[in-house]
């Protein structure tokens, strides 16, 4: 536990746990986390969270999540700048997925440089892009 | 493969392969869906989908998971009668998530007869509950 979580499981909700508490992660301690664009509730990206980057994404207002292929904490936008301020977060009926209410910097949540990660759409039977990249994604990541 | 599926995957997409083997899933043959309401953009629920859900969910227009706690396909509705229609479909650029889109039948997505799953929303360090349920779960299931 770092001590910003510890600040932020102090206090015990309807269900006689702490915010963290609640959460139910899966066999290998990660939770998946929905990135929703607060502005037009476009659906950004999905990745990862373990007990640390909740806690960190919590306690710091920036979305945190669990590289699983780096297996290590990802701080969004630490190498591309395109960071997700969090200004809201919710978790389902099952507390098993999260939902997080982001600004996204810089307008691009992908890392191939477009602003959501879910630009194909099944058209005729074929995955089809819907939109192009907004920056090089060479010139995202140095 | 059904009957319906060997229609859907007739055609080769631009990475050379059809849709349905573009599709990235998990070591158990799983892969998360998000429902988000097409009219308002609202995450409705997060669920799971095998192979055989996902291409009967393109051919049939209306959302089929999978139900890791029963082991068989779940016909979204089947009991509730709050089916999904699924009015478009998109996958993540890792192709390891997919987007659908949905009008809800009956406004309800939950089982516990809320609109959405994500109905606590963390505030003042607590899950508080944000919407009540629409209907009496207990009406939903017979």
Request: hydrophobic fraction near 35%; aromatic fraction near 8%; glycine fraction near 8%.
């Amino acid at each position: 536990m770092t001590q910003t979580s510890q600040v932020q499981v102090s206090r015990i909700g309807p269900d006689g746990m702490t915010w963290l508490d609640t959460v139910r992660f899966d066999s290998q301690g990660l939770i998946p986390a929905i990135a929703q664009n607060v502005q037009d509730g476009e659906v950004l990206m999905v990745a990862w969270m373990n007990r640390e980057s909740l806690a960190e994404t919590v306690a710091t207002g920036r979305a945190v999540y669990w590289s699983r292929s780096r297996q290590r904490l990802w701080r969004k936008g630490e190498e591309s700048g395109h960071t997700q301020t969090v200004l809201g977060l919710r978790i389902d009926c099952d507390a098993d997925v999260i939902l997080l209410e982001v600004e996204q910097t810089g307008g691009v949540a992908c890392h191939t440089g477009r602003r959501r990660c879910f630009y194909r759409r099944l058209t005729d039977g074929v995955w089809q892009e819907t939109e192009a990249p907004l920056v090089d994604p060479e010139t995202i990541y140095r």
